[in-house]
């Protein structure tokens, strides 16, 4: 028997406890992802390395880098927004979030520097790094999203919303196409769609664009 509370509780119409595509806490962003870490951490694990993620905003940059900060409990992670300039963190690896807001007299010595550096920036700082004896690899973020990987997340993101066992709303492949070809590989643009299409859903079925 279903009571009058559960009759009021978001999305139950749809088996799901929220709407998977809202922003999530940065604790769940890591657990969620679907990303190979491996090659990245062998990579961190010579001496001096820097492992860069250069991109756009949306393109899964912090994504990354709480990834590796969850499966490296060593390490240390730190955000820099725009109006603030946080303290540089202890830890090994150091995973510098938005590094192209650090002041050039941080930036120096942080990449002059012995330990292991992970950043995600919207500048590259290869030529920088390079100079002082850093071996950077850098991953241009968002590059390999493609069909596969998206359906992945997606059905992931549906997963942890849903409420009980039973139907939920599945993206259609043919809407997975869709979506990669209006945003690329904008994951943030790509989720804000997604949260229109299941705001005005009224019962699971296939989700259409």
Known sequence: MVNNTELTLPFLHLNLRFNPFGELPLKHRAK????DSAPFIA???KPRAVLQFLG???HGKTTHLLTLKELLPSSGYVHFPEDTRPKIPTGSPLLLDEAQRIPWW???RVFKGTK?????THQDFS???????REVWTVQAGVKTDRIQLDKIVRKRIEFARRHS???PVVTMNTIDKLLDTHGADIRAIERRLYDLFQSLERPCNVEM
């Open 32 to 35: 969620l992802s679907v990303i």
């Open 43 to 45: 990579h961190l694990g």
């Open 56 to 58: 756009d905003k949306g």
């Open 106 to 108: 941080v930036r120096r």
């Open 116 to 120: 292991p550096l992970v950043l995600g």
């Open 127 to 133: 030529s920088e790094l390079t100079r002082w004896g």
């Open 166 to 168: 039973g139907e939920v």
